[in-house]
C-alpha cells in the first residue's frame, strides 16, 4: 500500500500535514507526482522559476507567474499553493495544498465524487473536499462539469417543477379584450 505523506513549511519547520490514500489504485509515488507536476505545460514554468529564479522569454507569461508566485512553493520538490480558508467550511484545509498537474485532476475528481465515503456528493461537497487537500485551476468548473456528467447522478436527480401547465387563451373578438 502505497502513502503520500504531504510535508508543509511553517515557520521554517517542515511538519507532516496529514497523510492520504488518495493514490493508491494509481500507483503514483511522490517522485512520480513530482515528474508530472514538471512535464505540465502549465506549471513547469512555476516550478522553474522557484527552483532557478528563470523567467520565460515571452512578455505575458513572466507577468502572469510573478503573480502567481508568491501563492506557490516547493516543498521537497513538490509544488505546493498555500491557501488562506476565506469562509468557514466544514472541510478544514491545511496551510498548504498539493497542486496537481493536468494527468491527476480528473482521475482525483472521480476519487472524491464516486467513492463509496463520497457517496456521489454534489457540486459544492464535492468541491469542499477536493480544495481541502488539492489545487488546481479552474477547479470549481471543472469540479461542475464532472458531477453534471456523472451518468449515475443524473438519473436519480429530482427534479421539481412547481410550473402550472401551459392554457389555450380564447382569440380575442376586438382589441385589448385580453
Known amino acids: 500500500m502505497l502513502m503520500i505523506l504531504l510535508y508543509c513549511l511553517k515557520r521554517e519547520q517542515k511538519r507532516l500535514i496529514h497523510s ?3 493514490f493508491n489504485s494509481l500507483s503514483f509515488s511522490l517522485a512520480t507526482v513530482s515528474t508530472l ?3 505540465d505545460p502549465d506549471l513547469s514554468p512555476i516550478i522553474t522559476y ?3 529564479g528563470t523567467l520565460p522569454s515571452s512578455q505575458k507569461l513572466p507577468r502572469q507567474i510573478l503573480s502567481k508566485q508568491p501563492h506557490f512553493s516547493l ?3 513538490l509544488l505546493f499553493r498555500s491557501c488562506e480558508p476565506k469562509t468557514k467550511a466544514k472541510f478544514v484545509s491545511s496551510d498548504y ?3 496537481l498537474p493536468k494527468v491527476l485532476q480528473k482521475p482525483v475528481i472521480d476519487m472524491y465524487h464516486s467513492s463509496p465515503l463520497a457517496a456521489h456528493a454534489g457540486i459544492t461537497a464535492t468541491l469542499q473536499r477536493v480544495k481541502a487537500d488539492f489545487y488546481f485551476e479552474r477547479m470549481s468548473v471543472q469540479i461542475s462539469d464532472f458531477v453534471k456528467s456523472c451518468d449515475l447522478c443524473q438519473r436519480r436527480k429530482i427534479v421539481r417543477h412547481n410550473k402550472s401547465p401551459l392554457t389555450a387563451i380564447p382569440d380575442p373578438s376586438k382589441p385589448f379584450a385580453v
Open 75 to 77: 516543498i521537497d520538490g
Open 20 to 22: 492520504l490514500n488518495i
Open 97 to 99: 495544498t498539493l497542486v
Open 37 to 39: 507536476q514538471k512535464k
Open 50 to 52: 522557484l527552483e532557478n
